[in-house]
């Protein structure tokens, strides 16, 4: 980030305008309305703002900036047409340590203003960083249409029973949850029906009756598909911004635990081969115990959670113990990796099947129908074959299949680092070798992988052969 997002109090605080024109007049109508006691200075003064400084209190002085009006002031905005004054003001501002901000010149800001969406006493800010203004107020045009202004009426029935809700329940994970309750429940509903009595007499029993030892935990088992976060559900992501603590594997994508609701609790529990952060029959178990403290728990899983992200045993575990959880399907990897790289996994005239194969064994485990996996006119998906490339290529051409089957590597599929890599079941090991292809791959054969070349769509980096 560029600029740490903050609020700024400057209610009955001197503030500086620095400009006559249409511009400043926004600025300085803005930081009234923030409560701030605003100075302007300009040698030219246009109509708006002798409009705001007859109607309001604005102080409104016509002559050029001296260096002594930043003297006491709390921030300034230079907003001239000479950017070499602007420069000046923004130079002797933050020598003395005031905010400032030069309208359409990020980089002589210490402060940006933001696009906002005003549900006072609910404020929501949207910035680029000043790259983009027009992008941040399409943002927040599309955030306009889904936020009642209710919530500022909702905001304040809160703020009027804080003092009692921190008596009845002295702690904030308990307070936590029942405001949780409360703003997303009948007394929200209540309020954006305009029956705001009504709720606040709703929110008073629900305060008495709250009783945080019959909350349940409960488990949240969630596909995160296979990287990219616009892949995940609005169920996903409802989910994940209610949970007290995520359990998550290592195939989760950053951009997607950021998602997360940020004080949650985060336990990482990935697993490589050979490599076990925490055992499953552990994970099993930690599932249960935080939801029998009575917690929400998020257990977040790459891909979906039952195509080989043993989903099936952890449900089981909590069924045993009689624990409630819920499972929210995810974008598998052999869908989404195959997708963006433009490799249908069945064709009318290619692929009439589609099988999913793990290509991890573990020690002692009989292998695979390599008889069955060998036919022609079906597409085979291999999760976690990597290591076995080798053994995975030479059982398929040792039980029928023509060595020139076209196959591919999809390497960190449907994010920015996507490599696609493509030969045939002769050249695959090779492929793997020269170009030092790692974890997450998924390995992809069939007559399908040729038409790659045609449909390939999505191309952050150049296929490989």
């Not at 994940?240 to 994508?253: E, F, G, H, I, P």
Request: a negative charge.
């Amino acid at each position: 980030m560029n600029f740490l997002p903050i609020f700024y109090n400057i209610t009955d605080k001197p503030c500086l305008v620095v400009g006559g024109g249409a511009i400043a007049a926004r600025k300085a109508e803005l930081l009234l309305r923030s409560g701030g006691r605003v100075r302007l200075v300009a040698p030219e003064i246009g109509a708006r703002v002798l409009e705001m400084a007859d109607k309001q209190a604005l102080e409104c002085e016509q002559r050029e900036f001296r260096q002594d009006d930043l003297n006491d002031m709390t921030c300034a905005i230079a907003a001239t047409d000479d950017k070499n004054l602007n420069a000046e003001i923004s130079r002797q501002a933050q020598a003395r340590g005031i905010p400032v901000n030069v309208v359409d010149n990020p980089d002589l800001c210490s402060f940006i203003m933001p696009s906002m969406i005003d549900r006072d006493p609910v404020q929501i800010a949207i910035s680029t960083g000043g790259v983009s203004p027009v992008l941040a107020r399409m943002l927040r045009s599309k955030l306009e249409s889904c936020i009642p202004g209710a919530y500022g009426e909702l905001a304040r029935l809160a703020d009027d029973h804080r003092d009692a809700v921190k008596r009845r329940l002295p702690d904030v994970d308990t307070r936590r949850r029942f405001w949780e309750t409360i703003l997303d429940g009948q007394v929200a509903e209540l309020v954006f029906a305009g029956r705001t009595e009504d709720a606040r007499q709703q929110l008073e029993q629900e305060l008495e009756s709250f009783n945080i030892a019959g909350v349940r935990g409960e488990v949240y088992l969630v596909g995160a598909g296979p990287g990219d976060p616009d892949l995940i559900t609005f169920k996903a992501l409802r989910l994940m911004q209610q949970a007290d603590v995520v359990v998550y594997d290592r195939l989760v994508s950053q951009p997607i635990l950021d998602m997360v609701r940020r004080d949650a609790e985060k336990i990482y529990a990935g697993k490589a081969s050979s490599n076990h952060a925490i055992p499953q029959e552990n994970i099993n178990q930690l599932l249960v115990r935080l939801a029998k403290e009575g917690k929400r728990v998020l257990r977040l899983k790459g891909g979906d959670p039952f195509i080989f992200g043993r989903g099936g045993e952890e449900i089981e575990e909590l069924i045993d113990e009689n624990v409630e959880f819920q499972v929210v399907p995810g974008i598998t990897a052999a869908s989404g990796c195959a997708s963006y790289a433009g490799i249908p996994l069945t064709h009318r005239d290619h692929s009439q099947a589609c099988i999913f194969v793990t290509g991890h064994r573990r020690d002692g485990e009989e292998g695979l129908n390599w008889e069955m996996l060998s036919h022609a006119n079906q597409t085979v998906v291999f999760y976690m074959g990597l290591e076995n490339v080798e053994r995975i290529c030479s059982s398929l051409k040792a039980h029928g299949r023509a060595a020139d089957t076209p196959a591919a590597l999809i390497e960190k599929g449907t994010t920015t680092e996507q490599r696609v890599f493509v030969g045939d079941l002769d050249s695959l090991p090779g492929l793997i070798a020269r170009n030092e292809v790692r974890a997450p791959t998924l390995i992809l054969i069939g007559e399908v992988v040729a038409l790659h070349d045609k449909l390939g769509w999505y191309k952050p980096g150049e296929e490989i052969r």
